[in-house]
């Protein structure tokens, strides 16, 4: 396994496309909400609340193992891969298998 690497978002990623893509193309907005067992804060679990277009569905999730991301991500990048900074974010990983990819259980 490669050591992880966080790889930050382009400026004009975090500040201006993440705010204005809401705005235009809901449709490719989904929001994953867990709160903390603690703290109460949102934070990144197994299980959610997943909201896309107004509905709600609780789920589950697991990260998928790394010798199974290729295709998957390689599907994301072709669907994606358009958006300005999707390429240059997928480029500036070390090894793409190193980002992390969920499969989704309702």
């Keep these: 396994m490669t050591a992880r690497v966080y790889v930050k978002p382009p400026w004009m990623q975090r500040h201006i496309a993440n705010r204005l893509v809401p705005l235009f193309q809901r449709s490719m907005i ?3 909400t ?3 067992r603690r703290s109460g804060r949102e934070r990144t679990a197994p299980e959610g609340r997943l ?5 709600a569905e609780d789920i589950t999730v697991e990260e998928v193992p790394e010798a199974d ?3 998957l991500l390689a599907a994301y990048r072709e669907r994606y891969g358009g958006m ?4 240059g974010v997928m480029d ?13 259980h309702k």
């Design 30 to 32: 989904s929001r994953l």
């Design 69 to 71: 991301r290729p295709p």
């Design 84 to 87: 300005p900074t999707v390429a």
């Design 34 to 36: 867990v709160k903390g």
């Design 92 to 104: 500036a990983l070390p090894d793409p298998t190193d980002h992390p990819v969920f499969r989704i």
């Design 51 to 55: 909201i896309n277009r107004g509905r």
